[in-house]
T-cell receptor
Framework: AQSVAQPEDQVNVAEGNPLTVKCTYS??????LFWYVQYPNRGLQFLLK??????LVKGSYGFEAEFNKSQTSFHLKKPSALVSDSALYFC???????????FGSGTKLNVKP | EAGVAQSPRYKIIEKRQSVAFWCNPI?????LYWYQQILGQGPKLLIQ????????DSQLPKDRFSAERLKGVDSTLKIQPAKLEDSAVYLC??????????FGAGTRLSVL
């Protein structure tokens, strides 16, 4: 069955340190991959996407993500975290075979001063 | 550019009552999605429209949920009758290219 897994409910990191939020997927074919961020009482906001090309994609607010086909992973990264990055992050996959979107369960990122 | 508008922001009803949510997508976006986001979970797609036609409603509980998209623009999602397990945030999103989705702030529904 198609699915998206975010194995960490919460990630804690100190301001200025690098951060990684993990995502793995189980979808047939070559899916499109996305990261969204959700601030309290707000809708989800697009960060970045991978469709094809370079495995390292850059997005908004200094975030980037690395696509690894062999590991079916699409981890979100940032070299230096900010307190304002604290939010809920969702990985999403678009299954082109069925034109369906699947979201992970979300990872809460806490960046401490 | 105006974003996706949703109303109301909050709704409290008793079980077995009816409720309706409204969504106005970004102008020119042909694809519209309704998601259900239960606390602690990721959004689950309920229904997807392309213009005013339904593309996917496989996860919509059709015995109680219904949705329509009038003239391919605004959309309403209705629950009748509501159950306790329907308590969630209902998110509307629209897309121009079927890839990047733009989300509204959502409607938080509490069923008592």
């Amino acid at each position: 069955a198609q699915s998206v897994a975010q194995p960490e409910d919460q990630v804690n990191v100190a301001e200025g340190n690098p951060l990684t939020v993990k995502c793995t997927y189980s979808v047939s074919g070559n899916p499109y991959l996305f990261w969204y961020v959700q601030y309290p009482n707000r809708g989800l906001q697009f960060l970045l996407k991978y469709i094809t090309g370079d495995n390292l994609v850059k997005g908004s607010y200094g975030f980037e993500a690395e696509f690894n086909k062999s590991q079916t992973s699409f981890h979100l990264k940032k070299p230096s975290a900010l307190v304002s990055d604290s939010a809920l992050y969702f990985c999403a996959v678009r299954d082109l075979s069925f034109n369906k979107f699947y979201f992970g369960s979300g990872t809460k990122l806490n960046v401490k001063p | 550019e105006a974003g996706v508008a949703q109303s109301p922001r909050y709704k409290i009803i008793e079980k077995r009552q009816s409720v309706a949510f409204w969504c106005n997508p970004i102008s020119g976006h042909a694809t519209l999605y309704w998601y259900q986001q239960i606390l602690g979970q990721g959004p689950k797609l309920l229904i997807q429209f392309q213009n005013n036609g339904v593309v996917d409603d496989s996860q919509l509980p059709k015995d109680r949920f219904s949705a329509e998209r009038l003239k391919g623009v605004d959309s309403t999602l209705k629950i009748q009758p509501a159950k306790l397990e329907d308590s969630a945030v209902y998110l509307c999103a629209s897309s121009f290219d079927k890839n990047i989705q733009y989300f509204g702030a959502g409607t938080r529904l509490s069923v008592l």
